[in-house]
């Protein structure tokens, strides 16, 4: 089928996600990404350094940071370093700043703000000297180009990826709809920059979830997809595909998220929302891939149809040994 697969994986004790990392390197996966939010996580850089040591596949590395808690040359050479531990298999996203800038009462980056900071990270990697702010700023360290993915959740966003970006994170969904009008940004994007956009590798986050039946995995999944539905839509619907009787609840969502709530497993205040909303089945038809090992494989071959052929797996969920023994004995196969 031909279709990638990366993890993301977030607010397990450190024990625990040391054994989910062990595992997941004998899982297939492209790489394993690592939230940054430092009010929720352990430090992103030390998760992704113990990462590196503890798998010999997977690339690994923040997934994603921001541009608001650190400055470019503090990541660029946070990034570096974790290169060098990894052998060459360090990767960093960068995206506006969700949990990470509303836990410390900062708004999420502007674009021209990000788009600014993925440049001069790429090139402060690329050539050990950038400019910021007005400022000649400078690194040693880099002992190769780490490839800087943006993480995108607006076709705004999607589309400066194409102009800076080595890739990019579409957190936009995986409807036909939706992928269509991503790639088109993205293509746009990459045109107004003179390059090629089969040069931009493409992922798609999608929440995950897989259990012995489709019920049981999508109860587990609905407070992360509110957590993504938050992020897709808090600063505008507009351009977004969304049907306008879904506009009103998403307008509550904005109003009610509790950001220190991003990663609660289980019954939890944003779980009920979806529900009291009425959003649960758009949202996991939009944002989600879940379900029976059946359900799960027959809804990425959709989302593969669709044009949403590398899919980093969000799973926020309590039972993650569940989900990494049922991938590799019961979904895994389908894919290799």
């Known amino acids: ?155 705004k966003t999607v589309r400066m990826a194409g102009r800076v970006a080595d890739g990019v994170i579409i957190a936009m969904g995986v409807t036909p709809d939706v992928v269509r009008d991503a790639l088109a940004e993205l293509r746009a994007g990459a045109e107004e920059a003179g390059r090629r956009v089969d040069d931009i590798d493409v992922w798609w986050a999608v929440m995950a979830n897989l259990a012995e039946d489709d019920e049981t995995a999508l109860n587990e999944l609905k407070g992360s997809l509110v957590t993504r539905a938050h992020h897709a839509f808090r600063f505008t619907t507009e351009g977004k595909r969304l049907p306008p009787e879904y506009v009103p609840a998403m307008q509550r969502i904005q109003e009610d998220y509790r950001p220190m709530e991003h990663t609660k497993f289980g019954p939890s205040h944003h779980a009920r929302l979806a529900d009291d909303l009425g959003l649960t089945p758009y949202l996991a038809r939009r944002f989600g891939l879940y379900g029976s090992p059946e359900g799960f494989v027959r809804r990425t071959r959709e989302a593969h149809a669709a044009g949403a052929r590398k899919i980093a797996l969000h799973v926020r969920v309590a039972d993650k040994r569940r989900f990494l023994r049922l991938w590799r004995d019961k979904v895994m196969p389908h894919f290799v």
């Open 1 to 155: 089928m031909g279709a990638d697969f990366s993890l993301v994986l977030t607010g397990d004790s450190f024990p625990d996600w040391k054994e989910y990392v062990r595992a997941a390197d004998q899982c297939g996966f492209w790489g394993l990404g690592i939230g940054d939010s430092q009010s929720l996580y352990m430090d992103v850089y030390v998760r992704a350094s113990v990462a590196a040591m503890l798998t010999k596949n997977l690339r690994v590395g923040p997934w994603v940071t921001n541009p608001l808690t650190r400055h470019p040359a503090v990541a660029a050479g946070a990034i570096a370093s974790v290169d060098i531990v990894s052998d060459g298999r360090a990767v960093l996203g960068i995206g506006s700043g969700d949990s990470a800038a509303l836990n410390i009462g900062l708004r999420p980056s502007p674009v021209a703000s990000l788009e600014d900071y993925v440049r001069t990270v790429r090139t402060l990697l690329r050539d050990g000297l950038a400019e910021w702010q007005g400022r000649e700023i400078r690194l040693a360290l880099a002992p190769r180009r780490v490839p800087v993915y943006v993480a995108a959740s607006g076709p």
